[in-house]
């Protein structure tokens, strides 16, 4: 039996947070989907990976995928990308797998089917772009079942956020203080802070774990007099700038450099918020760049719960506290005020005065009382090429192919795979 961890059309409407990347690099709690997914599966077979067709080129060398079936007959265990692995959905997918032919589906969302490969394979034993959730139901023997977390809304990635990094606590060798403490620096219940080998805790700075819990990867710094509270993940080589305000529920990806106030926020690996400025209950994704004084509002004025607009209406979240999305390797300008339940979209630079508008859409250029126009596409290909290599990433052919694909795409042209 194969397993094959896939994606469905929802991939589609998580834009511009999965514009380049699969759906199991969306980041909620410590870490990705694909983090969460391997801890939970240790010791079980090695997962192939089902990606979006203009994503391919660039990943087949960073994760392996299902590329054909050996027949139509191979047995595959199809698993949802958009689930949130843990050890409840490890015991339904891979401890008591279901028999051949059958699915198990929570609402609408299909969570794992087991069937034959010429049931969802193309004629050459390749998989679609996007597979098709309700034909697979419509050809299995189907069961409800309940409990499991699947992203499906754009801002589910901060609805989840606070809970899922209180379950993803056990990830961590917590009471394990493997780094550097250097005198000065405080550390408040020890037995909730794990820091690994190579990081560094700089004099003055205050790691509190008295309400929480707080994870620091290796090579990780905090800076002196800053102050990282509960609930918190620092990833590999991150930086937390000097004097930072880290409070709770907090997740910074490798590389990626924090400073200012930040709260119930994800930070991709890296992305750059080093100055002051207030994020609160935002998604900034990787290459990011927030310039100095830049802050989002989380929370309306008439305290009413947060809508975004999407695909020209606005939706409900339901949500009280509501901050920024942001795609992959946007800007915003010194000062840039942030809206409440503001996107922003792949590739942007956001300047101006005033607030920008609340839906800034992909390669947009400006904001503010001077609108927005398109980014020329080489202009944001030479820009991203430069970040990405100050970071010692080259962006090498196949990047560029897949990110001139979502500039294409998302500035209207008519682009084939």
Request: net charge negative; aromatic share 8%.
């Amino acid at each position: 039996m194969q397993i094959v961890i896939f994606e469905d059309e929802t991939a589609y409407s998580l834009t511009p947070l999965s514009d380049l990347k699969p759906v199991v690099a969306l980041c909620t709690g410590a870490g990705s989907l694909l983090d969460k997914l391997l801890f939970h599966t240790a010791g079980y077979s090695h997962p192939l990976f089902h990606v979006r067709s203009y994503l391919r080129p660039f990943y087949r060398n960073r994760l392996s995928l299902f590329e054909q079936a050996s027949s139509p007959d191979q047995d595959l265990l199809l698993i949802n990308g958009r689930l949130l692995f843990s050890a409840e959905a490890a015991r339904l997918c891979l401890e008591t797998p279901l028999s051949p032919g059958s699915s198990a589906l929570q609402g609408g969302d299909l969570i794992v089917s087991r069937v034959a490969a010429g049931v969802v394979t193309r004629q050459d034993g390749t998989l679609p772009d996007c597979i098709d959730t309700a034909e697979i139901c419509s050809k299995t023997a189907v069961s409800e079942v309940s409990g499991f977390s699947l992203i499906t809304r754009l801002w589910d990635v901060i609805d989840f956020h606070e809970k899922q990094l209180q379950r993803d606590a056990g990830m961590f060798p917590l009471g394990r203080i493997d780094g550097c403490i250097e005198e000065g620096a405080h550390l408040i219940n020890r037995a909730r802070i794990s820091v690994a080998r190579g990081a560094v805790v700089r004099p003055g700075a205050v790691i509190d774990a008295s309400e929480g819990f707080v994870a620091l990867g290796c090579g990780a710094v905090v800076e002196p007099q800053a102050v990282v509270a509960a609930n918190v993940v620092i990833g590999d080589g991150a930086r937390v700038k000097m004097g930072a305000r880290i409070y709770n529920n907090v997740s910074i990806g490798c590389s990626s450099k924090a400073g200012g106030e930040i709260e119930d926020s994800i930070m991709e690996s890296y992305a750059n918020k080093q100055h002051d400025g207030f994020l609160g209950h935002s998604y900034i994704s990787s290459w990011c760049n927030l310039g100095a004084g830049t802050n989002t509002s989380d929370l309306r004025n008439d305290y009413k719960k947060v809508k975004l607009h999407i695909d020209g209406s606005e939706t409900d979240t339901g949500m009280q506290f509501l901050g920024l999305l942001m795609g992959e390797h946007s800007k915003a300008a010194i000062n840039t005020m942030f809206n409440t339940g503001t996107i922003v979209g792949t590739s942007s630079n956001v300047f101006g005065a005033g607030f920008p508008p609340k839906s800034i859409p992909s390669f947009a250029w400006g904001g503010g009382a001077s609108g927005v126009v398109p980014y020329d596409i080489d202009r944001a290909v030479e820009t991203a090429r430069v970040v990405m290599g100050r970071r010692n990433i080259g962006m090498d052919d196949l990047y560029e192919t897949m990110f001139r694909f979502v500039a294409s795409r998302s500035l209207g042209e008519r682009v084939s795979l």
